[in-house]
């Protein structure tokens, strides 16, 4: 069953504009991860935010999670052409290892 | 760095064979999953192991089954291929305890045809 849906699909930008992703869940999380894929890979973590956490910092990302809201964002800031991937967010409500991905959004950076 | 290696990117079989699908990790992670990616359907478990001759049914077992013999290694087996098994497959592992836990590392996918 798909946990965490984001949004939206598809996201076109200039390089240099920031790019804003949304990932919705429905139960209750332990925390939530964000992973990229380039075209035809596999995903490469990014980040994880635990949920008694609302902000963290990587380099030139940004996520918060809203627990009341059951929802994270994923902002990449002054993107290049070179973040073109598709990013998946991922719930994990237990420790027990397994987490749940979503659609996943497509985002294009044009040069 | 975690490295995860599938044994084929790219493999063309056809319906009714037997295929193996290969996941080697080499970080000593006791947690391995193997999962199918289709256009519009994101990624969806297959099968998951969490300690050798270990395995929990995923989303879509149906028409698969795994082994764990050894820590390292999980193979995803097609028993009968059929078309609608044409995916993506990526394996993935993660460790079962530390600041890491639900942090996953996928290897780099087996592309799947089936004809």
């Known amino acids: 069953s798909q946990q965490g849906e984001e949004d939206p699909q598809a996201l076109s930008i200039q390089e240099g504009e920031n790019a804003t992703m949304n990932c919705s869940y429905k139960?209750?999380?332990?925390?939530l991860q964000w992973y990229r894929q380039n075209s035809g890979r596999g995903l490469v973590h990014l980040i994880l935010?635990?949920?008694?956490?609302r902000e963290k910092h990587s380099g030139r990302l940004r996520v918060t999670l809203d627990t009341s809201k059951k929802s994270s964002s994923l902002l990449i800031t002054a993107s290049r052409a070179a973040d073109t991937a598709s990013y998946f967010c991922?719930?994990?409500?237990?420790?027990?290892?397994?987490?749940?991905f979503g659609d996943g959004t497509t985002l294009t950076v044009k040069p | 760095d975690v490295k995860v290696t599938q044994s084929s990117r790219y493999l063309v079989k056809r319906t009714g064979e037997k295929v193996f699908l290969e996941c080697v990790q080499d970080?000593?992670?006791?947690?391995m999953f193997w999962y199918r990616q289709d256009p519009g359907l994101g990624l969806r478990l297959i099968y998951f192991?969490?300690?050798?001759?270990?395995?929990e049914k995923g989303d879509i077992p149906e028409g698969y089954s795994v082994s764990r013999e050894k820590k390292e290694r999980f193979s995803l087996i097609l028993e009968s291929a059929s078309t609608n098994q044409t995916s993506m497959y990526l394996c993935?592992?993660?460790?079962?305890?530390?600041?890491?836990?639900?942090?996953?590392?996928f290897g780099a996918g087996t592309r799947l045809s089936v004809l």
């Open positions: 993935a592992s993660s460790p079962w305890t530390g600041d890491d836990k639900n942090i996953q590392y």
């Open positions: 139960t209750s999380i332990n925390n």
């Open positions: 935010i635990r949920s008694n956490e």
């Open positions: 991922a719930t994990a409500s237990t420790n027990a290892g397994k987490s749940t």
């Open positions: 970080m000593d992670h006791e947690n």
């Open positions: 192991s969490y300690d050798v001759k270990m395995k």
